[in-house]
């Protein structure tokens, strides 16, 4: 449930309806991916796929604490300039320099 509501309401106009539809259809994967090798996982181990789950948990909530921006109290239009440029794009830029200021490095889609 948290995917639909989070995928939904973060994303600006432009990739609402794909990064949505790319959501759901991940949680739909990782969740049959979890249902059909859990039982074989705890056929080999008792507590494997607890800590291996376990460890995913802890992986999704740092990078949801580092990359999620807050999205309380922003209108869609305040949510597309801050999408205009990232913590990973102002990362990125610095780790590797920007060298034209043409050049940008969040991923165009066109008008639907």
């Known amino acids: 449930m948290v995917i639909r509501v989070v ?10 309806a794909a990064a949505t539809s790319l959501a759901q259809c991940f949680g739909w994967a ?4 979890v249902a059909f090798s859990t ?3 705890l056929i080999r181990s008792t507590s494997g796929p607890y800590l291996l789950f376990g460890a995913c948990s802890l ?3 740092l990078v949801c604490v580092v ?3 807050e999205t309380k109290g922003l209108s869609l ?3 597309d300039q801050e999408f205009q440029d990232t913590k990973l794009q102002s990362a990125v ?8 200021s043409s050049h940008s490095t969040a991923i165009e889609l066109p008008n639907m």
Not at 93 to 100: I, N, T, W
């Open 7 to 16: 995928a939904s309401e973060m994303q600006p106009r432009r990739t609402h």
């Open 30 to 33: 990782v969740n049959w991916i």
């Open 39 to 41: 039982p074989l996982f």
């Open 59 to 61: 992986l999704t909530v």
């Open 67 to 69: 990359f999620q921006p």
């Open 77 to 79: 239009d305040m949510l």
């Open 93 to 100: 830029k610095r780790y590797f320099g920007s060298k034209s």
